[in-house]
C-alpha cells in the first residue's frame, strides 16, 4: 500500500503549512490567524498520514483543530476589540527578534545540511508493516512502557481544567 | 521529484519552528502569541513523528504527549487571557508588564 | 468492461483498500449523489411526517402531494439572490458554508453501507469521523463571525461550546462500543467494517450486548448526537424564537442551502455511526432468532417488497386523486412514480441484484428510522435553555458515559479479574 | 426613535458578575423578530446571554382608538374595541357595551346575559389557546400551535354561527344583544365543551410534565404578589402569582353571580403557574359554558335603548375581566351622541410593564419565554 | 380638588386606605375651560373591593407631581399621559414618549390637536406632494 | 400503577408520553387543512362580506329607498348616497350610490340600520382585486355583485 503522488502531495502540504503559518503571525485580525493555524494543523495531520502515523492524524484532527482551536477562536470571539485590530501589531524589538529568530534557522539549516548523512534516504523496511495496526501499537506503547508519563499527563490535565476554571471563574 | 526523506520534513519543522519563534518574539497580541507556540509545539511534533518512522513508535507517542501538553497549555493560557481582558480590556503583552493589577 | 466491473464487484474489498482509484472516485460520486438524494428526500419527508404530527397536509401543490417540492425549493435557493452583509468579513462568509459542506461530506467516505460498500477501510474509522465532523463545528463559527451581526454570534458562540461539550459524551460512548470489539474476541478494531464484523462474530448487536450496558451507551450516543447535529430539542444555535436563525441568520440562497445540506448530511452521519457501531451496520435483523438459509432468502426479498408496498400506496393516492381537470397533471406524475417504484421493486427481484443490495437497504433501513426519530423529536419536545443543555451535557450524558466505559471494561475483564481474585485468596 | 446603542436609561448600578463577563452586548429583539408576538421591540442589555435590563419600545400598531372614539357615535365605536385585542374581540365588546350601558343606566336583559357569558367564556377559551399556542412554539414546541388553532377553530365557527364574523366579532350591542341564538347554538356550545376536555389533556399530557417544559418555566420570570400589586398586574398574571382576585367574582358584572365556578390561583408566580393557571381557567370557563347553556332563560334580547344613544353628562369606568387581565373603560360623555373621551385600560399595557422586573438576571431564551408568558396582544399594547 | 394636593392624598389612600392598586391614570382635555385638564386617577382596594375615582384639574403647562414612587404601574401610565396630553410629572423616571414616535409633534389626544395639518405636512415633507385629504 | 418518580425519569415516562401524542395524529385522516381553492370553506348564514343592494325580484326596481340611515351608520363613512325625488312616482330614487369596500371592516351596522333589505351583506368572500378603485362599488356592480378577478399573468 504506497501513498500516491508522494513528492507532489509532501510539497503541496508544506507549502500550505509554511504559508498558512506565515499568515498566522502576520494577519491583523486573531480570527484569521486562528483560522490559517487551523490549515496549519491540518496540512501537518497530513504529514502525518503520509508518515503512516494515522492515529497520531486523527488525534492531531480531533484535539487540535476540533478542540484547541475552537477553544482559541472562541476566547478570540469573547475577547473580540475593535481596537485591538487596528493597534500597531507588532513590538519595538521586533526587528531584533526576526534576525534573531532567522538566524537560529541559519543555523538549523546549517546543522542538517552538515550532518545530511547521519540521516537515512530512504525509511526502514522495518517499520513499514506497522501501520496496520499503529493504533493498537501505540496503545501498548502509551499503557506499557510509558506508563508512568502518561499518567503524569493525565495529572497535567487535571490541574489544567482546575486552573483554567479557576482563573476565568471571577467568583468560586 | 526526488524521494521525500526525513530531510525534507525536518526543514519543514524548523520552518515552522522558525516561524512561531518569530510570532512569539514579535507580535503584541496575546492570542497570537498562544497560537505562535502552539506552532512551535507542532513543528515538534512533525520532527517527532518523522523520527518515529526511522526509530520506532516512541515518536508518535512523545507527540501524542506533546499535544496533550499543548491542551493543557492553551486551557490555562486561555484562562488567563480572559482573566486579564476582564481587569484591563485589553490583550497585549506590552501593558501585561505589571505583576499586579 | 463488464467483465471488468463484474469482476471488482465480486472481489471481497472496498476500493480504498484495494488502492483502486477509478472505482474509488465512482463511490465517492455515487456517495454524494446518494447522500444530496437523501437529503432532499429528507426535506420532503420531513415536511410531510411534521406536517402530519401537526394535523396539517404539508406541501400538496408542487406535483402530487408535493413531491417535487423538495426540487422547487431547491431551484429557488439556486436562483436567489445571494446577500453579502456590508460589514461581514468576506473571505470567512464566503468560506464558511463551504467547509461545513465539506467536513459533513467527508465523513462518508468511511461509511460502510456493506462489507464492500464503502468509499475505504480505514483502521482509525470512527476517529476520523469524529474528527471530520468536529471540524464542522468551525464552520458554523465561522459563519456565525463573519456575518458582524449579534444573532449569529451569539448562534455560533453557544454552537461551539454545545458541540465541544456533546463530543465529549459521544466520544465515551463510542469508547465504550469500541470497547466491546475486543473483549472476549480480543480483536479491538476503530474500524468501521471492522466493528460491524465484529459484531457478526459476537454474533449480536452491541446495543444488546452486555445489556443494558451497550443499551445505556446508545441511549447516550443518541442523545449526544442530536445535540451534536444541533436538532430538536437541543437546537439552540437556530433558535429560531430566540435568535431568530443563529448563525445563518444573514445568510441566503445558495450558501444558505449549503448549510440546509451540511445540516442533514451531518445527521445522517451521526445516525450511520450509531447504525455501525450498535445496530449491527449494514446485517439484517434477528440472524441468530430467524437463522438458516430460508429466513435468508425471505429476508433478501425485503427490498423489493418495501418498494412494492410504496408503489401500492403511490397507486392508491393515484387512485384517490379527485377527479377533475386541473388534477390531471399531478395524477399522471404520481401514477408514473408509482410505476417507477414498481419498477425499481422489479428490478431488486433479479437475484444477483437482490443478493447483493440487502446490505445497503438494512443499513438505508437504520437510518431512516433514526432520521424519523429526528423528526419525530422536533415535532413534540419544546427546546433546552443554554444552560440546561449544558447542565444535561456535562452532568448527566458525561457521568453515565464514563460509568458505562469503565463498567463494560469491568464486565468485560470479568473472567480474568475474578481468576485473579480466586488466586489472590488462595 | 430610540438609539439602539443608548444604555444609560438602563438601571446598571445593581451589576451581577458572572463567568465570562469579557464584553457587554446591547441586543435590539424586535420589532421584527419571530417570538415578540407582533412588533414589540424589546431592547436587551446582555452580559454574555444574561439580561442585565431592559426596555420596551411599543407603539407601532397605534392607531389612535381613543381619538377615533372621540369622533364617533357610541354605537359607531362599538366594532373598534374588537380590533384592539383582536384575538378576545367578544370580551373587548362585552366591556364597552357594559360601559355604556352603565352610563345610560339599562341593564341588557337576563338572556342577553346568559348568551354574553357564554360567548365571552368561548372567546376566553380561544383567547388562551392562542396563548398557549404562542408561548409553547416560543419555548420551542411547535406542535401544540397546531392543535390549539384547531380547537380554537371549532370557538370561531361558533361565532361565525352566531353573529357572521370570526375574529372581529362584534357580536354585542349597547343594551343587549342583537342576534339571537341560532338554531343548535345550545348544541353547538356542549359539542365543543366535550370535545375539548379531551383534547386539553392531551396539551397538559405534551407539555405539563414534559422535563424540558417544566425545566423552562419552573421558576423563571417570578412575580411576587406584592410586585404584582404593585406592578398593577392582573388577569392570570396576578392569580398564579396566589393573589385570589377575579373580577367575575370580585364585582360579578353581567349573571356571573349566577355560575358556581372557581378561580384558580398559583403558588410561587413563575411561568409555570401562569400556564397551569390558564389552563385552569379554560376548564373553569367550559364549566361555566356548561351551567349557563344549561341555565339560558328565555325571554328578549336587547333592552330598551333608544335608536340614538345619547347619554346624560357623566363619566363612568367599568372593568370586565378579560382573559388577559382587567379591562377598563373610562368614559366621559358631554350628552351629545360622541363620548366626549373614552379611555381604555388595557390589560396588557399594564401587564407588558412587568416585563423588566421578570427577566433581569435570566437568559435571554427566557426573554422569550417571559413575553410568551404574560400574553400580550400588541393590538391593545399599543391601541 | 387642588392639584397641588393630588400627591399627599394619593400617599394617604395608598397606605392609610389601602388603595394598594392603581388601576389607571388618565386625563381629559377640556379646551374652554381655564383649567384645561382633569386628571384622574383610578384605584382600587383589594381590602375593601372598591374603586375610587380622584380627580384634579390642571392648567397647560402645569406640572404635577409623579406617583410613581407611590404605585410602580404609574410609570408607563404618566408617560402615555405624557405622550397624550402634554402633561409632564414631576420626578418621573423617565417621561418620554411611549405610543408615538421620539420626534412627534403635539400631543394627539387634545381636543384642539390639527390632526388633518399634521398629515399634509407629514405628506409634504415625505412625499413631496399635496396630500389629498 | 404506581410507579417510582425516579423510575419515570430514569425512563424518560414524561417524554415518551408526548411523543405518544403526536405519533397517533400521524394518520392523514386527521388533517384540518382545508386546501381551499378545491375545498370550498362552509360560509355559515350570518356571514358579513361582500355588500349587496338588493332589488326587487318582480320589477327589478332598486329596494333603496335613499333614506341615507346606512351612511349616517357607518363609521367609516363609506358609504355616499345621493337620491332625487322623482316628481311623477313621489318617490326617491337613486342617483348614485359609492361604497369603498377596501375600507369597510364588516361591522355590519349598515346592515342593521337599512330599513328595508336593500343593503345585505352576503356571503361571497372573495374579493381580491388588483387595483384600489376596483374596492369603489357603484349600485350596479352592488346590484350585480362583484366578481373576483381572476389571476392571470
Redesign the interface.
Known amino acids: 500500500m504506497n501513498p500516491v503522488a ?3 502531495f ?2 503541496f502540504l ?1 507549502f500550505m ?2 504559508v498558512s ?2 499568515a ?2 502576520t ?1 491583523r485580525n ?1 480570527v484569521h ?2 483560522l490559517s ?1 487551523i490549515v ?2 491540518l496540512s ?1 495531520a497530513g ?2 498520514l ?4 494515522p ?2 492524524a486523527a ?2 484532527i480531533v ?2 483543530a476540533g ?2 482551536m475552537v ?2 477562536l472562541f ?2 470571539m ?2 473580540n ?1 475593535e481596537q ?1 485590530i487596528r ?5 519595538k ?2 526587528i531584533v ?2 534576525i ?3 538566524a ?2 541559519g543555523l ?2 546549517f546543522v ?1 545540511r552538515t550532518g ?1 548523512g547521519s ?6 523496511q522495518s ?1 513499514r508493516g ?1 501501520e496496520g495496526d ?1 493504533t493498537q ?2 496503545g501498548i ?2 499503557y506499557g512502557n ?1 506508563m508512568l ?2 499518567e503524569i ?1 493525565s495529572l ?2 487535571l ?3 482546575v ?6 471563574k ?1 467568583r468560586i | ?12 519543522a ?10 512569539v ?5 496575546v ?2 502569541i ?3 507556540i ?2 512551535i509545539l ?1 513543528a515538534v ?2 520532527n517527532l ?2 523520527f ?3 526509530w ?3 515518536g ?2 512523545f ?3 506533546v ?10 493560557g ?6 486579564f ?2 481587569n484591563k ?6 501593558e501585561v508588564d505589571l505583576l499586579k493589577w | 468492461m463488464i467483465e471488468y466491473i463484474k469482476g471488482y464487484l465480486s472481489s471481497g474489498t472496498t476500493p480504498g483498500e484495494a488502492g483502486n482509484m477509478f472505482w474509488a472516485t465512482v463511490y465517492i460520486l455515487l456517495v454524494i449523489t446518494g447522500v444530496s438524494v437523501a437529503v432532499l428526500c429528507m426535506n420532503w419527508l420531513e415536511r410531510k411526517i411534521l406536517a402530519h404530527m401537526q394535523i396539517r397536509l404539508g406541501p400538496m401543490r408542487v406535483g402530487p402531494h408535493g413531491l417535487l417540492q423538495p426540487f422547487a425549493d431547491a431551484l429557488k435557493l439556486l436562483i436567489k439572490e445571494d446577500i453579502i452583509p456590508h460589514d461581514a468579513d468576506k473571505f470567512v462568509f464566503w468560506s464558511a458554508p463551504v467547509v461545513v459542506t465539506m467536513t459533513a461530506f467527508t465523513t462518508f467516505l468511511v461509511v460502510p453501507f456493506g462489507r464492500t460498500h464503502a468509499v475505504t477501510d480505514m483502521n482509525i474509522g470512527v476517529l476520523f469521523m469524529l474528527g471530520v465532523s468536529s471540524l464542522g463545528v468551525l464552520g458554523i463559527i465561522m459563519a456565525g463571525w463573519s456575518s458582524n451581526s449579534h444573532y449569529p454570534l451569539m448562534g455560533s458562540l453557544r454552537s461551539s461550546a454545545q458541540m465541544v461539550s456533546y463530543e465529549i459524551a459521544m466520544g465515551l460512548a463510542i469508547v465504550s462500543a469500541v470497547l466491546m470489539t475486543s473483549l472476549q474476541t480480543g480483536t479491538g478494531t476503530l474500524s468501521m467494517i471492522g466493528i460491524v464484523e465484529s459484531q457478526a462474530a459476537q454474533h449480536t448487536w452491541f446495543i444488546f450486548k452486555f445489556f443494558p450496558l451497550g443499551f445505556i451507551a446508545f441511549a447516550v450516543f443518541a442523545i449526544a448526537m442530536v445535540a451534536e447535529t444541533n436538532r430538536a430539542p437541543f437546537d439552540l444555535p437556530e433558535a429560531e424564537s430566540e435568535l431568530v436563525a443563529g448563525f445563518h441568520t444573514e445568510y441566503s440562497g445558495f450558501r444558505w442551502s449549503l448549510f440546509f445540506l451540511a445540516e442533514y448530511s451531518a445527521m445522517l452521519a451521526v445516525s450511520s455511526i450509531a447504525v455501525t457501531l450498535w445496530l449491527g451496520g449494514w446485517m439484517r435483523p434477528f440472524p441468530n432468532w430467524l437463522g438458516g438459509t430460508a429466513w435468508d432468502m425471505a429476508f433478501s426479498f425485503l427490498p423489493a417488497l418495501t418498494f412494492f408496498v410504496l408503489a401500492a400506496g403511490c397507486f392508491l393516492g393515484t387512485i384517490r386523486m379527485p377527479k377533475i381537470p386541473q388534477f390531471r397533471v399531478q395524477t399522471i406524475g404520481l401514477g408514473t412514480f408509482a410505476a417507477l417504484l414498481g419498477f425499481v421493486g422489479l428490478v431488486l427481484l433479479v437475484p444477483g441484484v437482490r443478493v447483493r443490495i440487502q446490505d445497503i437497504y438494512w443499513f438505508v433501513v437504520k437510518v431512516a428510522f433514526f432520521m424519523y426519530l429526528y423528526i419525530w423529536y422536533r415535532g413534540t419536545f419544546p427546546r433546552y435553555r443554554f444552560d440546561q443543555l449544558m447542565k444535561v451535557g456535562w452532568k448527566v450524558l458525561l457521568p453515565t458515559g464514563l460509568g458505562v466505559l469503565i463498567a463494560t471494561a469491568i464486565w468485560g475483564l470479568m473472567p480474568q479479574l475474578s481468576a485473579a481474585i480466586l488466586g489472590v485468596l488462595q | 426613535m430610540t438609539d439602539s446603542t443608548r444604555t444609560d436609561y438602563l438601571d446598571l448600578d445593581t451589576k451581577d458578575e458572572t463567568f ?3 464584553t457587554e452586548l446591547v441586543l435590539n429583539m424586535g420589532p421584527q423578530h419571530p417570538s415578540t408576538h407582533g412588533v414589540l421591540r424589546v431592547i436587551l442589555k446582555l452580559d454574555g446571554e444574561k439580561v442585565l435590563g431592559t426596555e420596551c419600545v411599543i407603539g407601532y400598531l397605534h392607531r389612535g382608538v381613543e381619538k377615533i372614539a372621540e369622533n364617533r357615535t357610541y354605537a359607531m365605536f362599538n366594532p373598534y374595541v374588537d380590533r384592539m385585542d383582536y384575538v378576545a374581540a367578544v370580551s373587548n365588546g362585552l366591556g364597552y357595551c357594559e360601559a355604556v350601558e352603565k352610563l345610560l343606566s339599562v341593564e341588557a336583559p337576563p338572556r342577553a346575559q346568559y348568551l354574553r357569558v357564554i360567548l365571552t367564556e368561548l372567546c376566553r377559551i380561544a383567547s388562551h389557546q392562542v396563548w398557549l399556542g404562542t408561548h409553547a412554539l416560543d419555548i420551542g414546541a411547535i406542535t401544540p400551535l397546531f392543535y390549539c388553532f384547531r380547537d380554537r377553530e371549532e370557538v370561531l365557527k361558533i361565532f361565525e354561527k352566531y353573529c357572521g364574523a370570526r375574529l372581529t366579532t362584534h357580536a354585542f350591542r349597547i343594551g343587549g344583544c342583537i342576534y339571537e341564538a341560532y338554531e343548535g347554538f345550545e348544541q353547538d356550545c356542549k359539542k365543543f365543551c366535550d370535545a375539548f376536555l379531551p383534547k386539553l389533556d392531551e396539551y397538559e399530557e405534551l407539555l405539563t410534565t414534559n422535563r424540558i417544559w417544566v425545566e423552562r418555566t419552573k421558576g423563571v420570570g417570578i412575580l411576587n404578589p406584592e410586585d404584582c400589586i404593585a406592578l398593577g398586574v392582573t388577569g392570570p398574571v396576578l392569580r398564579a402569582s396566589g393573589v385570589k382576585w377575579d373580577l367575575r367574582k370580585a364585582q360579578p358584572y353581567e349573571s356571573y353571580k349566577d355560575f358556581d365556578f372557581e378561580i384558580p390561583t398559583g403558588l410561587h408566580g413563575d411561568t409555570y403557574d401562569r400556564y397551569l393557571v390558564r389552563i385552569e381557567e379554560m376548564r373553569q370557563a367550559v364549566r361555566i359554558i356548561r351551567q349557563a347553556v344549561d341555565g339560558l332563560p328565555q325571554g328578549p334580547i336587547m333592552a330598551k335603548v333608544p335608536k340614538v344613544i345619547k347619554p346624560p353628562v357623566g363619566e363612568v369606568y367599568h372593568s370586565i375581566e378579560a382573559p388577559k387581565g382587567e379591562l377598563g373603560y373610562f368614559i366621559v360623555s358631554d350628552a351629545s351622541t360622541q363620548p366626549y373621551r373614552i379611555r381604555v385600560r388595557p390589560p396588557s399595557f399594564v401587564n407588558l410593564q412587568a416585563l423588566d422586573k421578570m427577566v433581569r438576571g435570566l437568559l435571554v431564551a427566557d426573554v422569550v419565554a417571559v413575553i410568551g408568558t404574560l400574553d400580550i396582544v400588541l393590538g391593545e399594547v399599543d391601541r | 380638588m387642588d392639584s397641588s394636593l393630588v400627591y399627599e392624598i394619593l400617599l394617604r389612600m395608598r397606605h392609610d386606605e389601602l388603595f394598594d392598586y392603581c388601576v389607571d391614570i388618565t386625563a381629559v382635555h377640556y379646551p374652554k375651560r381655564e383649567a384645561q385638564f382633569d386628571i384622574v386617577y383610578i384605584l382600587y382596594s383589594f381590602h375593601h373591593n372598591e374603586r375610587v375615582r380622584i380627580k384634579t384639574q390642571i392648567k397647560d403647562g402645569e406640572h404635577l407631581r409623579t406617583a410613581v414612587t407611590i404605585w410602580e404601574t404609574a410609570n408607563w401610565l404618566e408617560r402615555e399621559v405624557f405622550d397624550m396630553f402634554g402633561i409632564v410629572f414631576d420626578g418621573h423616571p423617565d417621561l418620554k414618549r411611549i405610543l408615538m414616535p421620539d420626534g412627534w409633534k403635539g400631543h394627539p389626544l387634545r381636543k384642539d390637536y390639527p390632526i388633518l395639518q399634521q398629515d399634509q405636512e407629514w405628506v409634504k415633507i415625505n412625499l413631496g406632494i399635496e396630500s389629498g385629504q | 400503577m404506581k410507579l417510582n418518580p425516579l423510575l419515570r425519569k430514569i425512563f424518560l415516562v414524561d417524554l415518551v408520553k408526548g411523543l405518544k401524542v403526536t405519533f397517533h395524529y400521524q394518520p392523514p385522516s386527521e388533517a384540518i387543512t382545508e386546501q381551499y381553492p378545491l375545498e370550498r370553506p362552509v360560509i355559515f348564514e350570518r356571514f358579513r362580506g361582500q355588500p349587496r343592494l338588493n332589488v326587487n325580484p318582480d320589477t327589478g326596481e332598486s329596494l333603496c329607498i335613499v333614506c341615507n340611515l346606512c351612511a349616517l351608520a357607518c363609521p367609516e363613512q363609506l358609504i355616499v348616497v345621493k337620491g332625487e325625488r322623482n316628481p311623477a312616482t313621489k318617490r326617491k330614487e337613486v342617483v348614485s350610490w359609492t361604497y369603498d369596500l377596501s375600507r369597510c371592516m364588516f361591522c355590519g351596522l349598515c346592515e342593521e340600520a337599512c330599513s328595508t333589505d336593500a343593503l345585505e351583506l352576503t356571503q361571497d368572500y372573495e374579493m381580491a382585486l388588483y387595483t384600489r378603485e376596483g374596492m369603489v362599488l357603484d349600485q350596479a356592480a352592488l346590484e350585480r355583485g362583484q366578481e373576483p378577478e381572476k389571476y392571470a399573468k
Open positions: 508522494t513528492p507532489f509532501f510539497y508544506a503549512a509554511i503559518a506565515i498566522v503571525i494577519r486573531p490567524a486562528a493555524l496549519t494543523l501537518l504529514f502525518y503520509m508518515l503512516y502515523a492515529f497520531v488525534v492531531q484535539l487540535y478542540g484547541i477553544l482559541f476566547v478570540i469573547l475577547v476589540l485591538n493597534e500597531y501589531q507588532f513590538n524589538q521586533w527578534a526576526t534573531a529568530s532567522l537560529l534557522g538549523l539549516l542538517y545530511r540521516f537515512p534516504s530512504a525509511f526502514y517499520y506497522l499503529n501499537q501505540i506503547w502509551l510509558y508519563p502518561f499527563a497535567l490535565l490541574v489544567a481544567i486552573g483554567a476554571v479557576v482563573m476565568a471571577k | 521529484m526526488t524521494e521525500i526523506t526525513t530531510m525534507h520534513y525536518l526543514v519543514v524548523a520552518a515552522l519552528f522558525i516561524i512561531g519563534t518569530i510570532g518574539l514579535t507580535r503584541r497580541n492570542v497570537i498562544l497560537m505562535s502552539e506552532l507542532n511534533n512533525l513523528v518523522a518515529s518512522r526511522l520506532g513508535l516512541h508518535q507517542v507527540a501524542i504527549f499535544i496533550t501538553d499543548a491542551a493543557a497549555e492553551a486551557a490555562v486561555l484562562g488567563i487571557i480572559i482573566a481582558f476582564r480590556e485589553t490583550v497585549n503583552v506590552d | 465570562l463577563d469579557a
